[in-house]
């Protein structure tokens, strides 16, 4: 026990006390805004993963996309299997009107719904990323899918994402843009195998159309050679690469492009990925505090 404070103690001592002040003291204060509500309107549903160390920057990411589109899109909040009941309790109070899925309730009936597609199966069974995968799609109540990380933050309107929305005509996935192409497998192995693929696409935001995510068609990608055992925070990612590319996918303009270096400047959004996460809490909620904690 004191060891652990000891350690803690040292940690807190090499950080910034910005960083600490934001994190610390910033952050929690959203638990003192009002709920967004009425989150019903299935044109399109957004469908997030989040775990005991992302929850509570999921509330300010979801309150920062709510307050900039104006749109009151259905949600559904997908737990990990270590997500807190204080999580669930919070969520469920701010955002009243969405489904905040547990894994006690979800995975069974996932499994059961992969019985004739074994490596999705078992990789639902072993990778938890993959609940982006399938429990997405399992859950998903709208023709339209707003694929969403916890560490995404809002400080204008995503006006051409909300345009891709719009037109009901433009039947792509659009997907933000990585950093650069994370893949579980290298792209020259996939297209000898026969696959085509866009390079670059990030599964932390989009647009993703029920019908690309189809289980034959992941059954079919999984069997790639290397595909099972590659990276484990990669394989979900392409999945969505594969199958966007198959049914047709675009990448987001360079604006909401994920990037490691400088500030966010005039963009309209910032998806503050691992390498980044304190500027989430130094330069994100910083910004947006006069905004989301007045509510």
């Not at 199966?121 to 990778?127: A, F, H, I, V």
């Not at 910032?270 to 989430?280: E, I, P, T």
């Amino acid at each position: 026990m004191i060891g652990r404070l000891l350690y803690k103690a040292r940690h807190l001592a090499r950080q910034s006390p910005r960083l600490i002040y934001a994190r610390d003291i910033v952050r929690p204060r959203i638990l003192n805004t009002a709920p967004v509500t009425g989150t019903t309107d299935t044109d399109a549903e957004l469908h997030v993963l989040t775990s005991t160390g992302d929850w509570l920057n999921l509330i300010w990411s979801l309150k920062s996309f709510y307050a900039q589109t104006g749109r009151s899109y259905a949600l559904a909040i997908h737990g990990d299997p270590d997500l807190p009941a204080e999580a669930v309790t919070a969520l469920r109070h701010h955002f009243p009107d969405a489904r905040v899925i547990e894994q006690s309730d979800a995975r069974d009936a996932v499994l059961d719904s992969l019985s004739g597609h074994p490596r999705c199966r078992r990789l639902r069974e072993t990778n938890t990323l993959s609940i982006k995968s399938f429990d997405f799609a399992h859950f998903l109540n709208s023709d339209r899918m707003i694929l969403f990380d916890s560490d995404l933050l809002f400080f204008d309107r995503p006006t051409a994402f909300l345009d891709r929305l719009d037109d009901r005509n433009r039947r792509v996935n659009a997907y933000n843009a990585d950093v650069d192409t994370a893949y579980a497998v290298d792209i020259d192995t996939i297209r000898a195998h026969g696959f085509d693929i866009v390079p670059q696409i990030n599964s932390g935001f989009g647009l993703v159309h029920r019908d690309s995510l189809n289980l034959d068609w992941m059954e079919e990608f999984l069997g790639i050679p290397g595909m099972m055992e590659g990276h484990f925070w990669r394989i979900e990612q392409t999945l969505f690469a594969l199958s966007g590319s198959r049914f047709g996918a675009e990448l987001l303009p360079e604006d909401y492009r994920v990037f490691l270096q400088g500030d966010v400047g005039d963009k309209p959004y910032r998806h503050y990925v691992g390498a980044v996460r304190n500027q989430m809490y130094t330069e994100g909620m910083r910004r947006l505090q006069g905004a989301l904690l007045t509510t």
